[in-house]
């Protein structure tokens, strides 16, 4: 790409001529959260991509999000800046080795967390994400077996919550996984009226630290609306962009990884989308996301039943 090329404005020219509406999560780059037409967590993200009446929905996120914008808007063109933004939870939940534990399982309701792939979906009963897991699981009768995948951290932090048994497959995300719980207590020492806000993917030992638990929209809320100055925020460190646009007053603090600082937490995959690979995107209208029918068609029906159970 020219390098005196004027990457915003041939975004917002482009975005305009294509009539493409471009969706952001918290935790993409900075310029790329102020150039989106909407930023969110993982449902908010779900719920703008099958309402849109734009003609292609350019994803700024990783592929399983831009998946479930294809799943739930078939019909519209859905393009992601780098097809190898994936995600490790979606790793370590390999399709194959999910259906063989279903299967050893018959009695047992599926909930995955919608950060797996479209044929993990695609065997899943009911999706769920960081937002809408507590509300759509107290639906549920307290003596339904569950399978949990693939996160076992949010397994894990829901099972203690509402104080339910559940069959949990075994998965992490790597980025969450690497706070220092050792550093965290030093850091709240350094600063004890600062709450900690965390997400569920981090371990049990990260989260007995946290004020608060939740999706990053929830993370934000509280941080926004909390009476303290300073606050840790023990997630991915690109949403603390929205945080000090919205209260330029306050303190954010990423938690610390085994370093000391927050940014070994940088989520690899939210990396790999860039500005110029941004407007690539639009330009060419690709990478596009492609899905076959019949994996689309089953992905779908627990999406929707989320969507459903979700409001
Ligand atoms: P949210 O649904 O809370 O935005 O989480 C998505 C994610 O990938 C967290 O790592
Ligand atoms: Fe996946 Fe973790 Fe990155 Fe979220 S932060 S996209 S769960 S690897």
Same mark, same amino acid.
């Given at each position: 790409?020219?390098?005196?090329?004027?990457?915003?404005?041939?975004?917002?020219?482009?975005?305009?001529?294509?009539?493409?509406?471009?969706l952001a999560h918290y935790y993409q780059a900075a310029e790329i959260q102020d150039i989106a037409d909407f930023i969110g967590d993982s449902l908010d993200l779900s719920r703008r991509a099958a309402e849109?009446?734009?003609?292609?929905?350019?994803f700024c996120g990783v592929r399983f999000m831009a998946e479930v914008a294809k799943i739930l808007s078939p019909q %519209? /063109?859905? @393009?992601?800046?780098?097809?190898?933004?994936?995600?490790?939870?979606?790793?370590? +939940?390999?399709?194959?080795?999910? %259906? /063989?534990? @279903?299967?050893?399982?018959?009695?047992?309701?599926?909930?995955?967390?919608?950060? +797996?792939?479209?044929?993990?979906?695609?065997?899943t009963d009911i999706i769920v994400t960081s937002s809408n897991a507590e509300h759509i699981l107290n639906q549920l009768p307290q003596d339904q077996k569950v399978i949990f995948a693939p996160d076992k951290h949010l397994g894990g932090y829901l099972s203690r919550k509402l104080n339910r048994d559940m069959l949990l497959w075994q998965g992490t995300c790597m980025v969450h996984e690497l706070f220092s719980e050792k550093e965290l207590i030093k850091l709240k020492a350094r600063h004890p009226n600062a709450p900690v806000a965390a997400h569920p993917e981090c371990p049990d030992q990260i989260l007995q630290h946290a004020e608060h638990v939740g999706?990053?929209?929830?993370?934000?809320?509280?941080?926004?609306?909390?009476?303290?100055?300073?606050?840790?925020?023990?997630?991915?460190?690109?949403?603390?962009?929205?945080?000090?646009?919205?209260?330029?007053?306050?303190?954010?603090?990423?938690?610390?990884?085994?370093?000391?600082?927050?940014?070994?937490?940088?989520?690899?995959?939210m990396a790999l989308n860039t500005m110029e690979k941004l407007y690539l995107c639009l330009r060419d209208e690709g990478p596009e996301i492609d899905l076959d029918e019949q994996t689309r068609v089953a992905a779908e029906k627990p999406l929707r039943k989320m969507l459903e159970l979700s409001t």
């Open positions: 790409v020219d390098p005196t090329l004027d990457l915003v404005a041939e975004i917002q020219r482009l975005r305009t001529e294509k009539n493409a509406v471009i849109t009446d734009a003609d292609m929905i350019v %519209k /063109k859905v @393009v992601l800046p780098d097809l190898k933004a994936g995600c490790s939870l979606e790793d370590s +939940c390999p399709p194959e080795e999910f %259906k /063989k534990f @279903v299967e050893a399982h018959p009695d047992h309701m599926v909930l995955s967390y919608i950060n +797996c792939s479209a044929a993990v979906k695609a065997l999706s990053t929209s929830s993370i934000l809320k509280f941080a926004l609306e909390s009476e303290a100055d300073t606050l840790i925020i023990a997630t991915e460190p690109g949403i603390i962009h929205q945080m000090e646009k919205a209260a330029p007053h306050k303190t954010f603090i990423g938690a610390p990884g085994a370093d000391g600082n927050c940014s070994c937490n940088t989520c690899p995959y």
